[in-house]
């Protein structure tokens, strides 16, 4: 049994998990109640995505073992249903873990008030997080993990300058501290300082070599700091990273790894709406290298692409398509190994990429234009977790609003009525909709408002990718920290993606003033153009 889980350890440090997980259960067959064998091999489920499994296995594991030995491993337990943002459960297992603490008395009341702060970051309870961390330290001053924990539950708030104190002090206790050196990163590059966070990232990866968060993390933040080749390599780790939320197409065809030959080749969308239109400016390009080219998207977009990209097969669904109709098959993410490996690669984008209605365009422009500047506008990010930090409210927009010679289009998908209504009242400017289109479920519609716009301003949503595929004039707002996305990479503020989007970005984090001025004066060149 030894040797097959050494040889799975092996496997797991080459990066081939698959294999990793078999030598475990040939060392399980031998010994169903190994302990070692139980707890590397539920790590190994939880690494591939099978929770459940996982989640049974240290129950197995727990149940096996009589307290205080099984601790660690419900402290393990505790910590993957975290990770897997399981919270309800890890709440219900905190307490059965309390309960049994409080019959023994208290001999783990430290690690249940580490628990307890991890639960309540998860919660958002972040003043409740803190104290639990205090009454931690107060058992131990110079826990590095304790200090870690705590600047979270302080960069969640937007603390920068307290996390960072925290972070560094976690990192002088233990400099093995992956943890720190991972949130350390990821503040540094939230705050502008990319060059940085790669260096604590790298440095983090340098002890835990097989962290797929970490490799994920650092992979976005090469692609945006152009370092394409390595990015692209890390960003593929994804997959193995227990919070990203897309599953993976099964097929018996293999991973396209060249395009030497030229193949039919199957591509299917993993992510949102608007990275699916970014990754559709490949899409010309991988159908010239295959043979032949099918593509699964949302299905609201094969309006939009499907006249532009009459070679292209485009489904809406996996039922659409049979395997033999591919040889091999590849997710939206890796496109970019393929064909965006340097600057120059970008400007082999053809645009727009994207079609419209000219119908639609001649209608609005009639309606709404009236010998004025014709803006669309949007402001909300519909992203569940960083909605509010990728958003700008309206009011926040005012002194662009109140410039004379525009007319405003809303390009919000949600009922926008009521802060209309507030900003009308407040300084007599109306934003018009075009209320016979469906602008979340029509994207021909939308893209068609769009392309009758002069220019459209927007936060980083579906609209910004819209008007960067159409090739339209398009002033980002974009926030510094949380919710600055990697996709929004730039040379010379325009991105790298949408050479029409200029990149109007928070100089603090959390303060849309100074973007906000910017894109006045630049409106007001518009006009007098």
Request: proline share 2%; net charge positive; charged share 25%.
């Given at each position: 049994?030894?040797?097959?889980?050494?040889?799975?350890?092996?496997?797991?440090l080459?990066?081939?998990?698959?294999?990793?997980?078999?030598?475990?259960?040939?060392?399980?067959?031998?010994?169903e109640?190994?302990?070692?064998?139980i707890?590397?091999?539920?790590?190994?489920?939880?690494?591939?995505?099978?929770?459940?499994?996982?989640?049974l296995?240290?129950?197995?594991?727990?149940?096996?073992?009589?307290y205080?030995?099984?601790?660690?491993?419900?402290?393990?337990?505790?910590?993957?249903?975290?990770?897997?943002?399981?919270?309800?459960?890890a709440?219900?297992?905190?307490?059965?873990?309390?309960?049994?603490?409080?019959?023994?008395n208290?001999?783990?009341?430290?690690?249940?008030?580490?628990?307890?702060?991890?639960?309540?970051?998860e919660?958002?309870?972040?003043?409740?997080?803190?104290?639990?961390?205090e009454?931690?330290?107060?058992?131990?001053?110079?826990?590095?993990?304790?200090?870690?924990?705590?600047?979270?539950?302080?960069?969640?708030q937007?603390?920068?300058?307290?996390?960072?104190?925290?972070l560094?002090?976690?990192?002088?206790?233990?400099?093995?501290?992956t943890?720190?050196?991972?949130?350390?990163?990821?503040?540094?590059?939230?705050?502008?300082?990319?060059k940085?966070?790669?260096?604590f990232?790298?440095?983090?990866?340098?002890?835990?070599?097989?962290?797929?968060?970490?490799?994920?993390?650092?992979?976005?933040?090469?692609?945006?700091?152009?370092?394409?080749?390595?990015g692209?390599?890390?960003?593929?780790s994804?997959?193995?990273?227990?919070?990203?939320?897309?599953?993976?197409?099964k097929s018996?065809?293999?991973?396209?790894?060249?395009?030497s030959?030229?193949?039919?080749?199957?591509?299917?969308?993993?992510?949102?709406?608007?990275?699916?239109?970014?990754?559709?400016?490949m899409?010309s390009?991988?159908?010239?290298?295959?043979?032949?080219?099918?593509?699964?998207?949302?299905?609201?977009?094969?309006?939009?692409?499907?006249?532009?990209?009459?070679?292209i097969?485009f489904?809406?669904?996996?039922s659409?398509?049979?395997?033999?109709?591919?040889?091999?098959?590849?997710?939206?993410?890796?496109?970019?190994?393929?064909?965006r490996?340097?600057?120059?690669?970008?400007?082999?984008?053809?645009?727009?990429?994207?079609?419209f209605?000219?119908?639609i365009?001649?209608?609005?422009?009639?309606?709404?234009?009236?010998?004025?500047?014709?803006?669309?506008i949007?402001?909300?990010?519909?992203?569940?977790?960083?909605?509010?930090?990728?958003?700008?409210?309206?009011?926040?927009?005012?002194?662009?609003?109140?410039?004379?010679?525009?007319?405003?289009i809303?390009?919000?998908?949600?009922n926008?009525?009521?802060e209309k209504?507030?900003?009308?009242?407040?300084?007599?400017?109306k934003?018009?909709?075009?209320?016979?289109?469906?602008?979340?479920?029509?994207?021909?519609?939308?893209?068609?408002?769009?392309?009758?716009?002069?220019?459209?301003?927007?936060?980083?949503n579906?609209?910004?990718?819209?008007?960067?595929?159409?090739?339209?004039?398009?002033?980002?707002?974009?926030?510094?920290?949380?919710?600055?996305l990697?996709?929004?990479s730039s040379?010379?503020?325009?991105?790298?993606?949408?050479?029409?989007?200029?990149?109007?970005?928070?100089?603090?984090p959390?303060?849309?003033?100074?973007?906000?001025?910017?894109?006045?004066?630049?409106?007001?060149?518009?006009?007098n153009?």
């Amino acid at each position: 049994i030894t040797f097959y889980i050494n040889l799975s350890e092996t496997y797991k440090l080459l990066g081939n998990i698959t294999l990793s997980k078999i030598f475990l259960e040939y060392a399980l067959l031998i010994e169903e109640n190994n302990e070692l064998a139980i707890v590397l091999y539920a790590r190994v489920l939880f690494n591939t995505k099978d929770l459940k499994q996982s989640l049974l296995y240290y129950q197995k594991l727990i149940c096996s073992i009589s307290y205080p030995k099984n601790f660690k491993y419900k402290v393990e337990c505790f910590h993957k249903l975290i990770d897997s943002s399981q919270t309800e459960k890890a709440k219900f297992f905190l307490d059965e873990m309390k309960k049994e603490d409080n019959e023994e008395n208290g001999k783990h009341k430290e690690d249940i008030h580490y628990l307890e702060g991890i639960l309540n970051i998860e919660l958002k309870e972040y003043v409740n997080a803190v104290l639990n961390f205090e009454k931690c330290l107060s058992f131990d001053n110079n826990n590095s993990y304790v200090y870690s924990s705590m600047a979270v539950a302080f960069e969640r708030q937007n603390h920068y300058d307290k996390a960072i104190d925290y972070l560094k002090k976690s990192i002088s206790l233990d400099s093995n501290n992956t943890r720190a050196l991972n949130n350390l990163g990821i503040i540094y590059s939230q705050l502008g300082n990319i060059k940085e966070g790669i260096f604590f990232l790298k440095n983090s990866l340098k002890i835990d070599p097989n962290n797929n968060e970490v490799k994920y993390i650092l992979g976005q933040l090469q692609i945006y700091n152009q370092e394409f080749e390595e990015g692209w390599k890390n960003f593929r780790s994804r997959w193995f990273y227990s919070r990203y939320k897309h599953q993976p197409f099964k097929s018996s065809k293999n991973l396209l790894s060249s395009t030497s030959d030229k193949k039919n080749v199957f591509v299917w969308a993993e992510q949102g709406i608007g990275d699916q239109i970014m990754y559709g400016s490949m899409f010309s390009e991988m159908a010239n290298l295959s043979k032949r080219l099918i593509v699964k998207f949302d299905k609201r977009l094969i309006k939009v692409f499907k006249n532009k990209h009459p070679n292209i097969k485009f489904v809406g669904d996996y039922s659409e398509l049979t395997e033999d109709e591919f040889d091999f098959h590849l997710p939206f993410g890796n496109l970019g190994g393929f064909l965006r490996n340097n600057l120059n690669s970008f400007k082999n984008s053809k645009k727009p990429y994207v079609d419209f209605d000219e119908k639609i365009v001649k209608k609005v422009r009639e309606k709404y234009k009236k010998n004025n500047f014709l803006v669309g506008i949007s402001w909300t990010s519909y992203n569940g977790l960083l909605k509010e930090d990728k958003s700008i409210y309206l009011k926040n927009l005012i002194p662009i609003l109140k410039l004379k010679n525009i007319n405003f289009i809303d390009l919000e998908y949600k009922n926008s009525e009521i802060e209309k209504d507030e900003i009308f009242k407040k300084i007599g400017i109306k934003i018009n909709s075009v209320k016979e289109i469906d602008i979340f479920n029509d994207m021909l519609g939308l893209s068609s408002i769009i392309s009758a716009c002069d220019l459209v301003i927007t936060c980083s949503n579906v609209n910004a990718h819209m008007a960067g595929a159409l090739n339209k004039k398009t002033f980002l707002f974009l926030p510094l920290g949380k919710g600055r996305l990697w996709n929004w990479s730039s040379y010379k503020d325009k991105s790298i993606w949408y050479p029409s989007v200029s990149i109007f970005q928070q100089s603090k984090p959390g303060d849309w003033g100074d973007p906000v001025v910017k894109v006045k004066k630049e409106v007001l060149n518009c006009l007098n153009c």
